[in-house]
């Protein structure tokens, strides 16, 4: 039993090197010709330019291939491949290695874990040695078109970000997805993981139509999949933010709307504590942001009691909203769309002089 | 909206005990039509790409994803009722 865990461990051990072979041959390459103390040399020096980025980069990513190579730790994997993404544009192959390795990683870690515990779980396979070579043989093909098609939909996506016309005003965002390594690495390690997620389960369902076991699903049927779960929400950290995003500017406006005209008394108890400040035409910008922020506390502390299920109070909520919001567009003569328009306009467009006004002081903007 | 689903359920159960199908192709139809509509919205994901829609794009990619892990999780639960019946069926041989 022992000899089999071993040779699964060496083969885990040659799958990451031929993944990394690149990374792992430059690191001793260097190590042994010396260019290794001239490329620390260079980084600790000060003038810092992409060059010396991209030889720190190289030299970090073969540093935890070698550390890969020696633990075989998934996260570790995961961090060297960034890392590899990020040195070069990543071409088909080297793209289409990372997923194979990972999938054989995941594959030969099941198999470990399946025979560690043979003797509660019994596994087996009828018939002659030929079927455990066509069985393995399915296992394999079902590696390789996952990783195909996963490579393929990735690079198509990628390769489309890039063309988007040069009129468009998205042409930034296309060219930070497509062709900057730090947008095409974020991309492909968003889009990595849950294809691999799901192509385990397609693997874990094949398994069971090959070698039925019907003890084995009837504890996962009663255990795994239930049913009668409530429908939990996507995005619901982010909810009180998304909800902030929309409601901040108008309920600003109508406060400020407030102070000004129907309470004058504030505005000027106000102005006469700030009016001496030299920073005073700052002081409402910086008003908006604090605002914003004080809205998202306050609505992500009511939204906790939602819980994040989708129950009658949340629905009732939003159709309240609906209602009062088509009620003013019927009732007064305001256009709400050109009105509310102008309003978040106004609004998001104070959090862009704020963020300028950030980036001046740290020296990045003249 | 509940009556449609019932009738749904009774159609599924008249199928399953009258007509004496299978329980795992009623799941293995979903999973594969969840499974097309996966392909579709992925397809169209790439194509509002290359059409330079990239908030539309990303939508349509993230519903694409979700057909295609609900497609997944059916496949996983009919490889479960498959091999329950399959299992069922030959004790039931091993009685008789």
């Given at each position: ?56 980069l190289v030299m970090a990513a073969s540093l935890l ?27 088909i192959s080297t793209l289409s290695l990372i997923i ?267 | ?96």
């Amino acid at each position: 039993m022992r000899k089999p865990l071993i040779l699964l461990e060496v083969i885990k051990r040659l799958i990451i090197l031929v993944v990394f072979w690149t990374l792992i041959n430059d690191l001793f390459y260097s190590v042994f010709s010396g260019r290794l103390l001239t490329n620390l040399a260079r980084i600790f020096s000060l003038p810092f330019s992409e060059d010396v980025l991209v030889s720190f980069l190289v030299m970090a990513a073969s540093l935890l291939a070698l550390l890969t190579l020696i633990t075989s730790n998934y996260g570790l994997y995961v961090a060297t491949s960034a890392a590899m993404l990020l040195t070069q544009v990543p071409d088909i192959s080297t793209l289409s290695l990372i997923i194979f390795g990972l999938m054989g990683l995941f594959l030969t870690d099941t198999y470990v874990t399946s025979t560690r515990h043979k003797r509660s779980v019994k596994v087996f396979v009828k018939g002659s040695r030929i079927y455990y070579f066509i069985v393995s043989a399915i296992f394999v093909v079902i590696a390789f078109l996952t990783t195909y098609f996963t490579t393929l939909y990735l690079n198509l996506f990628t390769s489309f970000t890039s063309s988007i016309p040069a009129t468009s005003t998205l042409r930034v965002f296309g060219l930070f997805l497509g062709v900057n390594p730090v947008g095409r690495a974020l991309l492909i390690l968003v889009a990595i993981p849950a294809f691999m997620k799901l192509s385990l389960s397609f693997v874990d369902a094949v398994a069971y139509f090959i070698i039925p076991n019907p003890t084995l699903a009837k504890s996962e049927l009663s255990s795994a999949a239930r049913f009668d779960r409530e429908i939990r929400y996507p995005f619901y950290t982010l909810m009180s933010f998304i909800f902030t995003l929309y409601m901040a500017p108008p309920s600003y406006y109508s406060l400020r709307y407030l102070m000004m005209e129907v309470l004058p008394w504030t505005s000027a108890f106000i102005g006469s504590i700030v009016g001496g400040s030299p920073y005073a035409t700052l002081l409402p910008i910086l008003a908006e942001v604090l605002f914003f922020f004080v809205l998202w506390g306050l609505l992500s502390y009511v939204t906790r009691f939602f819980r994040g299920y989708v129950n009658n109070k949340l629905i009732a909520v939003f159709v309240f909203l609906a209602t009062f919001f088509f009620a003013i567009t019927y009732f007064s003569s305001l256009d709400m769309n050109e009105f509310l328009s102008v309003v978040y306009f106004r609004y998001y467009r104070d959090f862009l002089l704020v963020g300028e006004l950030l980036l001046q002081i740290t020296g990045f903007v003249p | 909206m509940s009556y449609y689903f019932k009738l749904l359920v009774l159609f599924l159960e008249v199928l399953v005990l009258k007509v004496r199908i299978k329980k795992w192709y009623v799941y293995m139809v979903f999973a594969a039509a969840s499974f097309i509509l996966s392909v579709v919205f992925l397809l169209w994901s790439v194509y509002y790409m290359s059409n330079a829609m990239v908030g539309t794009s990303f939508l349509t990619a993230l519903a694409g994803f979700a057909f295609l892990a609900s497609s997944v999780q059916a496949l996983k639960i009919t490889a479960y009722v498959y091999s329950v019946e399959s299992g069922a069926g030959s004790e039931a041989r091993k009685e008789s």
